[in-house]
């Protein structure tokens, strides 16, 4: 069983920056993708950004420039940084271990439940 916590929320104006953490424990193969997923209301969810064991990473294309997903092996933890924020950004994230490097819920065995970010103009 794989437990993944988010930190790192909250709200923001247009503009601003927040990092969010992904704290995970239990047994995760070393070669599973972790990434981050999100929903805004009303909405599908979406992915946003994955990184293989090997450091390689993917964005959607909403995010690209403006985020950026990284891994400490040493400590379980991933994280987004998400920079130059917009309205349209504000969701609920979600993290999640995938048996892919694919931005699609269909990869994923485990989700965390959740932060809430909201972006304001």
């Known amino acids: 069983q794989v437990q993944l916590v988010e930190s790192g929320g909250g709200s923001v104006q247009a503009g601003g920056s927040l990092r969010l953490s992904c704290a995970a424990s239990?047994?995760?193969?070393?070669?599973?993708?972790m990434g981050w997923f999100r929903q805004a209301p009303g909405k599908e969810r979406e992915g946003v950004a994955a990184?293989?064991?090997?450091?390689?990473?993917i964005y959607a294309d909403s995010v690209k420039g403006r985020f950026t997903i990284s891994q400490d092996n040493a400590k379980n933890t991933l994280y987004l940084q998400m920079n130059s924020l917009k309205p349209e950004d504000t969701a609920m994230y979600y993290c999640?271990?995938?048996?892919?490097?694919?931005?699609?819920?269909?990869?994923?065995?485990?989700w965390g439940r959740g932060v809430e970010v909201t972006v304001s103009s």
């Open positions: 239990g047994y995760i193969d070393s070669t599973y993708c």
């Open positions: 990184i293989d064991s090997d450091g390689s990473t």
């Open positions: 999640a271990s995938l048996r892919a490097q694919v931005l699609s819920a269909r990869y994923v065995d485990y």
